[in-house]
């Protein structure tokens, strides 16, 4: 199914994600690996039209309307976040041998890594059951107005949203002149000078 996952848009918004799909996808997304088997993710599942249209609201940037957050139309929307201090608190622990929470050795936020893992199993498990999915951002500025919409601690960090459901019958992109070269992007060995 990997070569069929692409980004989706556009969604039939009269057609729900069944249940037992839904809890396929959240199911799969906290088996995604994690630093230290930390865990630290959460999940905001949005299933309903006014869940869905306060995430808008509370997206939208004044006069903007080129996030796809605040214009998305889908009957599932799934929020990934990151929780840093359950990763800190973890490698404090002994079997670690870290004595403190210090982030200065992190050689990259492993956070924010595991819960983009997360998203892509989210995606994958849609591509799966036959679904369209769309991985994307929320504008920086918007995030205390969505905490506050949803009641989202402040531990929790947003990494994006995962827009779910049927694929409505737009034309499909053809992005494949776009892919960047194999050769482009992975090296053998070394990287070339």
Request: charged content about 25%; overall charge negative; proline content about 8%.
């Amino acid at each position: 199914m990997v070569r069929h996952r692409r980004m989706i848009r556009s969604y039939d918004t009269e057609r729900p994600v069944p249940p037992e799909i839904v809890e396929r996808i959240v199911h799969n997304a906290v088996r995604a690996p994690s630093a230290g088997f930390s865990q630290g993710w959460g999940f905001l599942v949005l299933e309903t039209p006014e869940d869905i249209a306060r995430f808008r609201e509370a997206c939208q940037m004044e006069g903007e309307t080129g996030y796809l957050a605040a214009t998305v139309e889908a009957p599932l929307l799934i929020v990934t976040h990151s929780n840093k201090s359950v990763y800190l608190d973890r490698y404090a622990q002994t079997d670690k041998g870290f004595t403190d929470r210090d982030d200065s050795w992190w050689p990259a936020p492993y956070w924010d890594i595991d819960t983009g893992m997360a998203a892509l199993l989210i995606l994958q498990t849609a591509t799966d059951a036959g679904l369209g999915a769309c991985f994307f951002g929320l504008p920086k500025e918007r995030i205390p107005n969505y905490r506050e919409a949803f009641g989202v601690p402040d531990q929790f960090h947003p990494i994006g949203a995962v827009s779910i459901g049927y694929p409505d019958n737009a034309p499909k992109r053809d992005l494949r002149s776009r892919r960047k070269p194999t050769d482009d992007v992975i090296h053998r060995g070394r990287w070339p000078s």
